[in-house]
């Protein structure tokens, strides 16, 4: 079984950074692909950004592209979520999900408890 805890969230004005981390324990030795998700109040769940197992690919949400950026830490078992020139839409609760590098939730197995992501205007 894997365990995935997420960490970095916090309030931010817009125009700010901030850096969620995403740590998995248990599973397997080898890393699992992993996504960044995001759900807003009111909202269904959305695709972030994903990378391959040992970070070769990364996909985002058009949303995103060219303010976030995935990467993981192999060695630490860590995958990180930059997040440059937060925009008060990007509010939300960020999970890390490990499993595959869809952009839909269901194709994940594993998922963390979230971390609140506050960008204020």
């Known amino acids: 079984q894997v365990q995935l805890v997420e960490s970095g969230g916090g309030l931010v004005q817009a125009g700010g950074s901030l850096r969620l981390s995403c740590a998995a324990s248990g599973g397997t030795f080898s890393p699992y692909p992993t996504g960044w998700f995001r759900q807003a109040p009111g909202k269904e769940r959305e695709f972030v950004a994903s990378t391959t197992r040992y970070g070769a690919d990364t996909h985002y949400a058009a949303s995103v592209e060219g303010r976030f950026y995935i990467s993981r830490y192999i060695a630490k078992n860590l995958v990180y979520l930059q997040m440059n020139n937060l925009k008060p839409e990007d509010t939300a609760v960020y999970y890390c999900?490990?499993?595959?590098?869809?952009?839909?939730?269901?194709?994940?197995?594993?998922w963390g408890q979230g971390t609140q992501v506050t960008v204020s205007s």
């Open positions: 999900a490990a499993g595959d590098t869809s952009n839909e939730p269901r194709d994940y197995a594993y």
